[in-house]
């Protein structure tokens, strides 16, 4: 997810470019399986720093569901907006320091290209639900025997709390007086 911006470092504030992406193969962490093609939209926007990227991601990952332990894919949409600076002059090739406004931003590199693969990287990682769930209603495992619930129910007995006996004693008591 590359793209040569030297012409729009040229271009004066508010010129923008827009790409569709479709892109396969694309490895964005050792952690993220994705399977099939990344497809979305980005615009490039020339702003007084350097460059504003934004758009969009459609992507699929291969996730263990947290109930069942199931492999399954993860359809996601993700939005992404960063901010991109020049290292170097466009016109002059003179080294060009980061901005200093305390906002964290991309490199544009040396050849004036801009790879937005870590964008969309640090943006999956921050959509990614902490429970992954192959299903909203997944049943999950029986903690007894392992068993998928979601296949049916299992022959098991519910365990009682130990903490609890004394409760299941008095109910046995209050019964027996009756």
Request: proline share 6%; glycine share 6%.
């Given at each position: 997810?590359?793209?040569?911006?030297?012409?729009?470092?040229?271009?004066?504030?508010?010129?923008?470019?827009?790409?569709?992406?479709?892109?396969?193969?694309?490895?964005?962490?050792?952690?993220?399986?994705?399977?099939?093609?990344?497809?979305?939209?980005?615009?490039?926007?020339?702003?007084?720093?350097?460059?504003?990227?934004?758009?969009?991601?459609?992507?699929?990952?291969?996730?263990?569901?947290?109930?069942?332990?199931?492999?399954?894919?993860?359809?996601?949409?993700?939005?992404?907006?960063?901010?991109?600076?020049?290292?170097?002059?466009?016109?002059?090739?003179?080294?060009?320091?980061?901005?200093?406004?305390?906002?964290d931003a991309f490199p544009i590199d040396d050849h004036h290209q801009v790879d937005i693969t870590e964008t969309v990287r640090q943006h999956v990682l921050?959509?990614?639900?902490?429970?992954?769930?192959?299903?909203?209603?997944?049943?999950?495992?029986?903690?007894?025997?392992?068993?998928?619930?979601?296949?049916?129910?299992?022959?098991?007995?519910?365990?009682?709390d130990s903490r609890l006996s004394v409760l299941q004693t008095l109910l046995q008591n209050q019964e027996s007086n009756k």
């Amino acid at each position: 997810m590359l793209f040569n911006v030297a012409q729009l470092m040229k271009s004066p504030v508010g010129t923008s470019l827009e790409y569709d992406i479709d892109e396969e193969n694309v490895r964005l962490d050792s952690d993220l399986t994705i399977s099939g093609p990344i497809t979305g939209h980005v615009r490039l926007r020339r702003i007084n720093q350097g460059l504003l990227a934004d758009g969009w991601m459609d992507l699929a990952l291969e996730r263990e569901c947290t109930r069942c332990l199931k492999q399954f894919e993860l359809q996601m949409h993700v939005p992404f907006e960063e901010r991109f600076y020049p290292t170097l002059d466009v016109i002059t090739g003179a080294p060009q320091l980061p901005p200093d406004d305390g906002e964290d931003a991309f490199p544009i590199d040396d050849h004036h290209q801009v790879d937005i693969t870590e964008t969309v990287r640090q943006h999956v990682l921050l959509e990614i639900p902490m429970v992954t769930l192959c299903k909203e209603d997944c049943a999950g495992l029986c903690s007894q025997c392992g068993k998928d619930l979601n296949e049916g129910p299992c022959d098991c007995q519910p365990e009682v709390d130990s903490r609890l006996s004394v409760l299941q004693t008095l109910l046995q008591n209050q019964e027996s007086n009756k």
